[in-house]
Nanobody
Framework: QVQLVESGGGSVQAGGSLKLSCPAS????????RGWYRQAPGKERDLVSS???????TYADSVKGRFTISLDNAQNTVYLQMNSLKTEDTAEYLC???????????????WGQGTQVTVSS
């Protein structure tokens, strides 16, 4: 069972920056995708950014040019650098590892407990 523990959240003013970290407790197959989701109160959980085993990165339109996802394989940790933060970025941010089905295992997903990001004007 992969364990993910996010850190780096906090309260900042609009325009500020935060860097989220999410180390994994076990080796993550390159077939899996690692990502950051966020969920604001009363809203659905949305994918913010992801990075695949081949290094392909995706970003939600709302964060393009402001957020950067990166993966440190030596530390087995995925990061999310968030710059030029806006009040609408306020949410709980969750780290996830999503693995497709294979011949020997079903599709599975692992989630962290979340870290709160609050951006004030």
């Amino acid at each position: 069972q992969v364990q993910l523990v996010e850190s780096g959240g906090g309260s900042v003013q609009a325009g500020g920056s935060l860097k989220l970290s999410c180390p994994a407790s076990e080796y993550i197959s390159i077939r899996c995708r690692r990502g950051w989701y966020r969920q604001a109160p009363g809203k659905e959980r949305d994918l913010v950014s992801s990075i695949s085993g081949d290094g392909t990165k995706t970003y939600a339109d709302s964060v393009k040019g402001r957020f950067t996802i990166s993966l440190d394989n030596a530390q087995n940790t995925v990061y999310l650098q968030m710059n030029s933060l806006k009040t609408e970025d306020t949410a709980e941010y969750l780290c996830a590892v999503e693995c497709p089905a294979s011949a020997w295992a079903p599709a599975r997903a692992y989630w962290g407990q979340g870290t709160q990001v609050t951006v004030s004007s």
